[in-house]
């Protein structure tokens, strides 16, 4: 298994923070081409979707952009019902 890079060590703490809403855009998605214990950009971005699972990574451009993801509709619709019922 590889080891997880000082970059992503340096995203763990980034995204671990409590603070929420906050956008990563990291440049230079090219480089992540792998190798002996580096991680490629489909790599780093699949790493950081495990990790963080309320995150997710766009690669265009060049450019990651790690954001939050969006509660689908269904979902706000679900979550809704759930509490206006309240617990069983």
Known sequence: MRQLSRLLSELKAILSSPIQGNIILMDDARVFLGGGQKLTAAESAGWIEREFPG??????????????????????????????EGPD
Do not use: G, H, N
Request: hydrophobic share 45%; no cysteine; proline share 0%.
């Open 55 to 84: 995150r997710k990574v766009e690669i265009a451009r060049d450019i990651f952009r790690v954001t939050q993801r969006r509660v689908t509709t269904s979902r706000a619709a679900t979550d809704l019902a759930l509490i206006r």
